[in-house]
């Protein structure tokens, strides 16, 4: 395939996320997507498929038995020529740790807010991850069927929590029982909802001949109008795609209005995949999706999709080239290489094979335990890209195994279990400890299930002494004075880095204005 193609292939891609607080209605949204493409006819498919997924993974009995979703998926469909990747994060607090990473695969972000709450905790942690990187988000503004806050306090949350510029593209009619539609502001065409009609409301007419609008609730959108025009900026590309400004949409998934809007601006606005930083034969540089060389980072590992085959499928999210079922590609740093003859693409209605797949693709690559999160894949092995973060975990337990005869077994396990990036694994410097950190609670659970059914290991989490977990960079001389005088509180990560494991914030604080030269960081960028 010539290089134009290439890049033309890229164009037509939009790798996106959605974020939002749990019940702000992601799942709703995304099944709703799905309709306005076609790729399933029905709503509760997503759904059902999640309830079969659940059925068939034992393992996840967690996940079954909370209700929550715990495994990030991606689902591919299209329209109009244009290829949605929407990569699906979890929607629980615990599992914020998966979520970050995979939004370092997506290239846009929709910001779901629930209408009656505006912006809430999770809200705002996931949108600090986008702000990291300077994901363009678009909002919509969801659930405008039932009673809702003000629009514009709500615009003015978005500028004062978040410092993003909203640039409202419609405006609603109302709320609630009185929710008539939305005019889209950038000409004067009037969308109108019609509560009774579960999908279909009437297609957008020039707002003079709108129907389900009384004359003074339409003297009222007029006057509504002009104020927003005036009192907010109107949209700008450029400051979207930089990460400065959001364009609004208001809407309501369950009844399938708005979605159609929402999903013509990420046809329209969001970007296609972009340049790739990256260390390309040991200098700095960048893969474009044009380029011939195919590559791609891992951002998951999904374990256990198919319990009868102890599968491991590593999310590789392509950056450059074009991927051929059955190609080689090999692991920058090992140099190893795997012939990827069974790659998975996640049709919106089914697994499906992957003959071949272009740069903001994400393919599944099974693989038993040779591919690691943050592990880089190319044709060379010579493409290394970096930005993948850990963050430092938040709950921090020693971890022992009931049967002292297996304590070998454990540390593969716990290893296995950090190189999936399920935990966090730190081994003291001193001491035959395994520490182990998550970022949730529910973590450890997931891990004390796997380690039961997978290796055979029952597992007791204790109380450790410290509190917080700090990767420390710095001149080495430094780095040694430091550890010396802080012995028991020195450790490695997988890695093999060096992290100052405190007992409290406080003593971070202390240590960090001590020692000056020696930066304390709360993330690490995995290799
Ligand atoms: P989440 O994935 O973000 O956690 O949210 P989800 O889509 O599961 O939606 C949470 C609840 O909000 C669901 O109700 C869902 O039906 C409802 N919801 C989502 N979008 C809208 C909307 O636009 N309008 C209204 N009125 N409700 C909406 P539930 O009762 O918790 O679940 P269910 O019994 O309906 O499945």
Partial sequence: MSKPDLAAQAARRRTFAIISHPDAGKTTLTEHLLLASGAIRQAGAVRARGENRRTRSDWMKIERERGISVSASVMTFERDEVVFNLLD???HEDFSEDTYRTLTAADAAVMVLDAAKGIEPQTLKLFEV??????????FINKMDREAQDPMSLLDEIAAKLALDPAPLFWPADSGVRFRGMLDLRGDRFLGYEKDRDQEHPGPCPLAAATNLAPDERAMLVETADLV?????????????????????????LRHFGVEQLLDGLADLAPSPRATRAEVAGQPGEMQPGDRQVSGFVFKIQANMDPNHRDRVAMLRLCSGEFKRGMKLKVQGTGKQLTVSAPVMFMASDRELAEEAYAGDVIGVPNHGVLRVGDSLSETGQVRFAGLPDFAPEILRRVRVKDPLKAKHLKKALESLAEEGVTQLFRPEIGADFIVGAVGQLQFEVMADRLANEFGLEVIFENSPFSEARWITGPQAEIDAFANINKTAMARDIDGLMVFLAKSAWDVNYAAEKRPELTFSRTKERA
């Fill in 89 to 91: 994060t979890p929607g």
């Fill in 130 to 139: 986008c702000r990291l990187r300077d994901i363009p988000i678009l909002t």
């Fill in 229 to 253: 025009r005036e009192g907010y900026p109107s949209f700008d590309l450029k400051a979207f795609r930089e990460g400065h400004m959001t364009p609004v949409y208001f809407g309501s998934a």
